[in-house]
């Protein structure tokens, strides 16, 4: 016995017992229901595995069962069948065309039917297994980054605030402000982690598409917001014995944009640059420039560069290459919210890499029409 529960809908009984026998006798669960609304009464209290289903049938027909259910997240993954008489092309291509995972046409044959429902139903659990090894991969990242990345700024809150409780009476001005440096150093860096997750809240709910709405406008000045934010990074990268460099195309084509979200964004990768790209007496050039229809930011470094088969998850979240080679800060949402920021301006981000030569991140906005 598999266990395995089938809800069949149908509102002829002969053929809702029939079809009842068979997938009885293969070992599942049949649950049953006359039409449409019954069936959705039975999945309140009984989620099925798979579904069965008429089309035509009283007071709910099966495309309409087929929109109600879908319409369900928590039942959204739930393989759909159509057993229905109806076997015109118009009718086959609507059903598929809504997302049905099959089609059987009656009368049906048995042994038909149940190759349809073993497939679907190994390929549902085949779907949710690889599901849950990302989820629980995922989950895995998530854990290990977000335990390194809260336990290391609060030790510096900790321990200089330990320090300086112990030794607080002999303590020297240039001594007690060190301290208070490094308790600071470890609050920004949680401060910076709580806004990025918030964020992310935002980005999930609508609301930052919402805020985006309200504010983004056509912007004629993007080459001095451009220079803006490059600059906010030229003490950094000195820092760093880099070298900083802007090549900003006057009188750029107008943008709509959010000069917050956008500079947030370019910021992002201006700030990645920088932290990939070793040793002294190296560049990293920010280059603005029409292209078309677009208008194109380009950040090129001489960093580690990232390999190929990389590339393609640079934007997921919580994703960071090689971590512990690299002594990577941050949880791995920089990239990630950067993309969203650009995505909301209808635009798009381009990577480019060679390992060990350096990486270009290219910022594409849409010219305002």
Same mark, same amino acid.
């Given at each position: 016995?598999?266990?395995q529960r089938?809800l ?11 079809v009842?026998?068979v997938?009885e006798?293969e070992?599942?669960?049949v ?5 449409g ?9 009984t989620p099925?595995d798979l ?9 709910m027909?099966g495309?309409g069962?087929?929109e109600a259910?879908?319409?369900?997240p928590?039942w ?5 069948i159509?057993l229905?008489g ?8 609507r059903?598929k ?6 089609y059987?046409?009656?009368?049906f044959?048995?042994d ?13 659990q085949?779907?949710?297994? @690889?599901?849950?090894?990302?989820f ?21 809150v ?5 320090l ?9 001005p ?11 150093k470890g609050?920004?860096?949680l401060?910076?982690l709580?806004?990025d997750l ?22 004629t ?5 451009v ?5 906010r990074?030229?003490?950094?990268? @000195? ?31 201006i ?6 790209t ?13 292209a078309?229809s ?5 950040i ?5 560069g990232i390999?190929?088969?990389?590339i393609?998850?640079?934007f997921?979240?919580?994703h960071q ?13 920089g990239?990630?919210?950067?993309q969203e ?6 635009g798009?981000i381009l ?16 010219v305002? @029409?």
């Amino acid at each position: 016995m598999n266990g395995q529960r089938i809800l069949v809908v149908e509102d002829q009984e002969n053929l809702m017992k029939a079809v009842q026998e068979v997938l009885e006798l293969e070992g599942y669960i049949v649950l049953v229901a006359s039409d449409g609304l019954k069936a959705l009464e039975v999945m309140e209290h009984t989620p099925p595995d798979l579904i069965v289903a008429d089309i035509m049938m009283p007071r709910m027909d099966g495309y309409g069962l087929y929109e109600a259910v879908r319409a369900r997240p928590e039942w959204i993954t739930i393989p759909f069948i159509f057993l229905t008489g109806k076997a015109e092309r118009d009718d086959i291509l609507r059903g598929k065309s809504l997302g049905v995972e099959d089609y059987i046409t009656k009368p049906f044959n048995p042994d038909e039917l149940l190759v349809v429902v073993r497939s679907r139903l190994t390929r549902a659990q085949q779907i949710y297994q @690889a599901s849950e090894a990302k989820f629980n991969e995922l989950k895995q990242q998530i854990i290990t980054v977000m335990g390194h990345e809260l336990r290391t700024p609060l030790t510096y809150v900790q321990g200089y605030t330990e320090l300086a409780l112990d030794d607080v009476r002999t303590l020297s001005p240039d001594q007690l402000q060190g301290f208070l440096l490094g308790i600071k150093k470890g609050a920004d860096r949680l401060n910076h982690l709580i806004e990025d997750l918030l964020l992310i809240v935002q980005m999930d709910t609508g609301r930052l598409a919402e805020e985006y709405a309200q504010i983004a406008r056509v912007r004629t000045d993007l080459d001095m917001i451009v220079e803006r934010a490059v600059n906010r990074y030229n003490s950094q990268a @000195a820092a760093h014995g880099i070298t900083l460099e802007s090549q900003i195309t006057p009188n750029l084509p107008p943008v709509v944009l959010s000069e917050y979200y956008l500079t947030d964004a370019l910021g992002r990768l201006i700030d990645n640059a920088i932290k990939f790209t070793r040793g002294q007496n190296k560049r990293i050039k920010v280059i603005a420039q029409p292209a078309g229809s677009w208008v194109e930011i380009a950040i090129i470094d001489q960093g580690v560069g990232i390999a190929a088969e990389e590339i393609p998850h640079l934007f997921q979240r919580f994703h960071q290459i090689d971590r512990q080679r690299m002594e990577q800060q941050g949880v791995g949402l920089g990239l990630a919210i950067s993309q969203e920021f650009i995505h909301l301006h209808k635009g798009e981000i381009l990577v480019t890499s060679e390992p060990g030569k350096g990486s270009t991140f290219t910022i594409r906005l849409p010219v305002a @029409a």
